[in-house]
């Protein structure tokens, strides 16, 4: 059974950091496409940054480019997302994702490519 479980989410003033981190088990973790998105209310849920099986390759939303960083432990089944500089506009609800996306890394896929989800966890971040 796969599970995705996330962790790090929590309040935050506007320029403050966070990291998230995202758990895999039960997935052959190493050849997975693992990313981050969001989903803030009355919002459609956006792909934020996304990582290559290697760690090879990431793709960022122009939105969080130089503030976010993705990364993945393949020895911990973990990625992360580092995020620094927050702004209100980057509240939302933070889930991460693992699929076999085609060009993983250069481009985000869509969101059907993308198999297995975690439950999400909540970064608010107050002006």
């Known amino acids: 059974q796969v599970q995705l479980v996330e962790s790090g989410g929590g309040s935050v003033q506007a320029g403050g950091s966070l990291r998230l981190s995202c758990a895999a088990s039960?997935?052959?973790?190493?050849?997975?496409?693992m990313a981050w998105f969001r989903q803030a209310p009355g919002k459609e849920r956006e792909a934020v940054a996304v990582i290559s099986p290697a760690g090879s390759h990431t793709y960022y939303a122009d939105s969080v480019k130089g503030r976010f960083t993705i990364s993945r432990d393949n020895a911990k089944n973990t990625h992360y997302l580092q995020m620094n500089s927050l702004k209100p506009e980057d509240t939302a609800m933070y889930y991460c994702?693992?699929?076999?996306?085609?060009?993983?890394?250069?481009?985000?896929?869509?969101?059907?490519?993308?198999?297995?989800w975690g439950q999400g966890t909540q970064v608010t971040v107050s002006s």
């Open positions: 994702a693992a699929g076999l996306v085609p060009l993983c890394g250069v481009v985000p896929g869509p969101r059907s490519r993308y198999n297995y």
């Open positions: 039960g997935v052959t973790y190493s050849t997975y496409c």
